[in-house]
């Protein structure tokens, strides 16, 4: 598994690290920890240039001192987080990055060069130095990487205490991916999944869209929603038994964001899972505004789970 984690220093940062302990990955995995300094460099072509500084204007060459020494604070950014998830995971192999680029931008494209599995970051960072977490830059993050996103927050119990996972389920492929993924992962002996649907009702009008999972609906002679949802949430609910874990569910009426964050302010779990994409057309759980809203607004952890792209669709 290939683990991007963004890390600028603040609290923010170092509680969605220190939240990996509660996250379930495995004992041994490749993470990258970065930091990103917001400036410009010039290339190193430029710069090696002889002569090159006394030939910049005293302004520029002010700016380009600050900019060195913001990509100097970045680097001592990732070597301390690295070090310190170093500690946490032993057996992970563990490198620190800092580059000067645009932050949200800088993830992206190191989690589609590498490629990563998932990236993590805070939901709030530093705003003079590298402004990596929640806000635009994160959620631009969310919304853009080309993997599973990760937006961690403080830890609320110990690391061995066993978890709560609130899984988000619309039958989308991505929402299926989120529950493969939680029973994928290694947690506490103890920990509970609860499985969420809520039926939007624009899902009432979907039998003229027969897409994805509404065309299973569609196909297996349903006279209503309840009972196609009832019978994904079973088959969801069985995959996870089968990793060993606990299960309950919950279907509710109305709007999944709303209902998602008011179940996870009743039930307390240590994190969301949510598909990063959902039904285009039909009740849209989730992404865009809905995955996005959830990771900026949930007062714990929140997973989008996205599929890897084929290579067919990356031509595309």
């Given at each position: 598994m290939n683990i991007l984690i963004a890390y600028d220093g603040s609290d923010w940062a170092a509680s969605a690290l220190d939240n990996l302990r509660r996250a379930g990955l495995p004992p041994k995995a490749r993470a990258i920890v970065i930091s990103v300094a917001d400036v410009w460099l010039p290339p190193p072509e430029m710069d090696s240039k002889e002569g090159a500084s006394a030939l910049r204007p005293a302004a520029v060459e002010r700016a380009y001192v600050q900019a060195a020494q913001a990509l100097a604070a970045a680097r001592e950014f990732s070597e301390n987080g690295a070090a310190r998830l170093r500690q946490m995971f032993p057996h992970w192999e563990v490198q620190a990055e800092a580059v000067a680029d645009s932050p949200a931008w800088a993830m992206i494209k190191r989690a589609t060069e590498w490629p990563a599995d998932l990236a993590v970051v805070g939901s709030h960072g530093h705003s003079s130095i590298s402004r990596l977490m929640l806000g635009s830059v994160s959620q631009k993050v969310v919304v853009e990487a080309p993997c599973s996103v990760r937006v961690g927050r403080k830890d609320r119990r110990p690391a061995d205490a066993p978890a709560r996972i609130l899984v988000g389920l619309d039958g989308s492929t991505?929402?299926?991916?989120?529950?493969t993924a939680v029973g994928a992962r290694d947690w506490p002996a103890g920990s509970e999944i609860r499985l969420m649907?809520?039926?939007?009702?624009?899902?009432?009008?979907?039998a003229q869209l027969p897409t994805d999972s509404v065309a299973k609906w569609i196909a297996e002679g349903d006279e209503d929603a309840s009972s196609w949802v009832s019978r994904m949430i079973a088959r969801s609910a069985e995959k996870l038994r089968i990793s060993g874990l606990r299960v309950s569910s919950l279907i509710k009426q109305g709007d999944p964001k709303n209902s998602l964050l008011k179940e996870a302010e009743t039930w307390d779990p240590d994190a969301i899972f949510v598909g990063a994409r959902g039904h285009r057309l039909v009740d849209r759980l989730l992404l865009g505004s809905v995955s996005a809203s959830i990771a900026a607004r949930a007062h714990c952890s929140v997973e989008i789970v996205r599929e890897r792209a084929t290579e067919s669709e990356h031509s595309a």
């Open positions: 991505d929402a299926d991916a989120a529950v649907t809520s039926i939007d009702a624009k899902i009432l009008s979907a």
